[in-house]
């Protein structure tokens, strides 16, 4: 099995889905030199978000650590711990600002 995003040219394989850990993320360039921060949660359903800590402007979040506040997943990010929605890229500490988010699939390796 392997993990893709939805990009503008379609979908890209990121990586094998047994290189993801549950709770911890990955980086991943895109065709277009940004970054995406993918994760795996802990009852294995994938997620993506951009990878830049709006913030900071450092590209971190695949360090960050994956709970869930209210029933809802999240990842803080490893610098100034702004917690960012995993479906929908909002800060939940800041509602002004969010991240881009990827759909993500899961594929037979061909």
Known sequence: ???E???SGGWLTVCPLSALVPGRGVAALLPDGSQAAV???RAGRPYA?????PFTGAHVLSRGLVGRAQGRPFVASPLLKQRFDLESGRCLDDEEVAVRTYRVRTASAP
């Not at 978000?49 to 800590?53: A, L, T």
């Open 1 to 3: 099995m392997t993990v």
């Open 5 to 7: 995003l939805k990009v």
């Open 39 to 41: 994760f795996l949660d």
């Open 49 to 53: 978000i951009g990878n830049q800590d």
